[in-house]
Nanobody, 115 residues
Framework: QVRLVESGGGLVQSGGSLRLSCKASGKIRSFTAMGWYRQAPGQERELVAMIAGGSNVVYGESVKGRFTISRDKAHTTVDLQMNNLRPEDTAVYYC?????????WGQGTQVTVSS
């Protein structure tokens, strides 16, 4: 059983910063990939940032240059540093980890950016 717990969401003004953290627990050897997705009301869930394999990093186009993803050496925690936040970044942010081609999701954390 794999469990992902997110933390760090909240309310911030436009231009501000937040740091999200996702901690994995359970029967973990090594995730194939870990990262973050987000879903705004009425919209589909979209990729924010993902680390695959050892160091292959992919960012969603709208967050490039503003968000930075990082993962600890044990590959059980993945963080998302979000700078220069915009109102359009408002969404529920979900942690995702892939283990042997099986996806696991966290419960989500709300990020709200006020203008």
């Amino acid at each position: 059983q794999v469990r992902l717990v997110e933390s760090g969401g909240g309310l911030v003004q436009s231009g501000g910063s937040l740091r999200l953290s996702c901690k994995a627990s359970g029967k973990i050897r090594s995730f194939t990939a870990m990262g973050w997705y987000r879903q705004a009301p009425g919209q589909e869930r979209e990729l924010v940032a993902m680390i695959a394999g050892g160091s292959n990093v992919v960012y969603g186009e709208s967050v490039k240059g503003r968000f930075t993803i990082s993962r600890d050496k044990a590959h059980t925690t993945v963080d998302l540093q979000m700078n220069n936040l915009r109102p359009e970044d408002t969404a529920v942010y979900y942690c995702k980890a892939t283990l042997s081609a099986s996806p696991f999701w966290g419960q989500g954390t709300q990020v709200t950016v006020s203008s």
